[in-house]
């Protein structure tokens, strides 16, 4: 999809959004449609008022928000300071709670809101939506199988010069996979061709690019790499687990752990070919958890087919386990996220 269209669909949510909040008694004008030096991601900037009590808002305009992708969403909102503003087309109960919880104002195009500053709380829930929802249009290059040429140059940028060929076998794609991805990236705006001396192509827009992954990934890729849930009596000792002999690798929590050493797993994230029978057989997993057993371990599919850090041959891409970090919604692997993020995944981000 071109930019243009993606632009009227984003800012014609936001004016639903605004009517919503009108409906519920508020003033609400658009203040600034661009970005601004001082909040650069910033999708738009708005004004809602109740009398002579008002705020300005930086806003955050995504669709589809769900238990799975809250974790990205919440991270871009921490983007744009105490003063963000979610908008959406529509907000369970579920997801509201949670919002609230975190004191994370929204509002959707059904009326749902929270809203709290001096002299005005609004606080609604349970609105439905008048029509059906469908999930964000993203273009051909955020499907499944280009999710995974994104995760590629989002890992290595500098594959975006690579033959096809090359880069289809990095990604676990086929070769024809990469000839529509390219274009659609380029359509974009990601992806543009090198002038004059330069030749060849450069990835930009590497942050936008990096958080629609990340939600198209929870929505759309995540689900299907799982292999299966199991169940282990207990957790101690889960470091000194010989993947390496199994051909697996640590993600999610546990690779988070070894990152950062600021998290104790709550469960287990194993990436594989194929579920590791003889590990699964030395360590008694279940497939339904036992009295008293409720440690969980996930086994993943790995869907890439080139090495990670050397300095971390163990554990999948950090931008794999910072995306499933945010995926859990939990606020401490949430937390955790953003030191991936700071310690290893900005500087992959970086145009200059």
């Not at 009227?8 to 449609?33: N, Q, S």
């Not at 919440?74 to 709670?97: F, N, S």
């Not at 929505?219 to 002999?245: H, K, M, S």
């Amino acid at each position: 999809m071109d930019k243009a269209p993606q632009e009227t669909e984003r800012l014609a949510l936001l004016d639903a959004a605004l009517e919503a909040a009108r409906g519920l008694g508020l003033a609400a004008k658009v203040v600034r449609k661009a970005p601004t030096p001082q909040q650069p991601r910033a999708d738009a900037f708005v004004r809602l008022a109740h009398g002579k009590d008002e705020a300005l808002y930086a806003v955050e305009l995504k669709r589809a928000v769900r238990p799975g992708t809250l974790g990205g969403v919440l991270h871009e909102l921490g983007r744009l300071g105490k003063r963000a503003l979610l908008v959406t087309d529509y907000v369970t109960p579920q997801v509201a709670e949670a919002l609230r919880a975190r004191r994370v104002q929204f509002i959707d195009t059904a009326g749902n809101a929270y809203l709290e500053h001096p002299g005005l709380l609004v606080w609604v829930k349970g609105q439905k939506p008048a029509a059906r929802l469908s999930a964000p249009r993203l273009g051909r290059a955020f499907q499944p199988t280009g999710l995974q040429v994104l995760f590629t140059l989002l890992c290595d940028p500098e594959a975006i010069n690579r033959p096809y060929r090359e880069l289809a076998a990095m990604a676990g794609v086929a070769h024809g996979t990469v000839g529509w991805v390219i274009p659609d990236l380029q359509r974009q705006g990601f992806v543009a061709e090198l002038k004059r001396r330069r030749r060849g192509r450069r990835l930009y827009q590497r942050k936008r690019l990096l958080a629609q992954w990340v939600d198209a990934y929870a929505r759309l890729l995540r689900p299907r790499t799982l292999i299966g849930r199991y169940y282990v009596p207990t957790l101690e000792g889960w470091r000194d687990w010989p993947l390496a002999q199994h051909e697996a690798l640590w993600g999610g929590e546990p690779a988070a752990a070894l990152l950062t050493e600021y998290l104790r797993p709550g469960e287990l994230t194993i990436y594989a070919a194929k579920l590791p029978g003889l590990l699964a057989a030395q360590k008694r997993f279940q497939k339904g958890p036992a009295p008293g057993q409720a440690a969980a371990v996930d086994v993943r599919r790995r869907f890439w087919n080139f090495p990670g850090d050397p300095d971390h041959p163990d554990l999948t891409p950090p931008v794999l386990v910072y995306a499933d970090l945010l995926a859990t919604g939990d606020a401490r692997c949430m937390e955790t996220a953003q030191l991936v993020y700071d310690a290893h995944v900005a500087r992959l981000l970086d145009e200059a």
